[in-house]
Nanobody, 126 residues
Framework: QVHLVESGGGLVQAGGSLRLSCAVS????????MGWFRQAPGEERELVAV????????FHADSVKGRFTISRDNAKSTLYLQMNSLKPEDTAVYYC???????????????????WGQGTQVTVSS
């Protein structure tokens, strides 16, 4: 079984920064397409960013483009999300997810992701 553990969430003022991390168990991290999703209260979960297996291809949702950056360290089996210029509307639970069988370098659909973390809360105050 693959376990994903997020960390780095917290309370920050608007305009501030946070860096989320996601540690993945096992030895197959480099074979997973990895993504960050978020879910705000009363809202559906949405895709934030995706990174290909070797880190060569990235996707960022329009709502975070230019402010958030996804990255990965395959040697450390860890996924990151650097979040800058945070806004109150970024407040949500952030989840990392792994897609083990994605047919394309970037997986943008939730059903493509097999493994999920428990989530970490990010709260941005105005």
């Amino acid at each position: 079984q693959v376990h994903l553990v997020e960390s780095g969430g917290g309370l920050v003022q608007a305009g501030g920064s946070l860096r989320l991390s996601c540690a993945v168990s096992g030895h197959a991290f480099g074979s997973y397409v990895m993504g960050w999703f978020r879910q705000a209260p009363g809202e559906e979960r949405e895709l934030v960013a995706v990174i290909s297996r070797n880190g060569g291809s990235l996707f960022h949702a329009d709502s975070v483009k230019g402010r958030f950056t996804i990255s990965r360290d395959n040697a450390k089996s860890t996924l990151y999300l650097q979040m800058n210029s945070l806004k109150p509307e970024d407040t949500a639970v952030y989840y990392c997810a792994a897609a083990s069988s994605a047919l394309t370098p970037i997986a943008t659909m939730e059903f493509e992701y097999d493994y999920w973390g428990q989530g970490t809360q990010v709260t941005v105050s105005s």
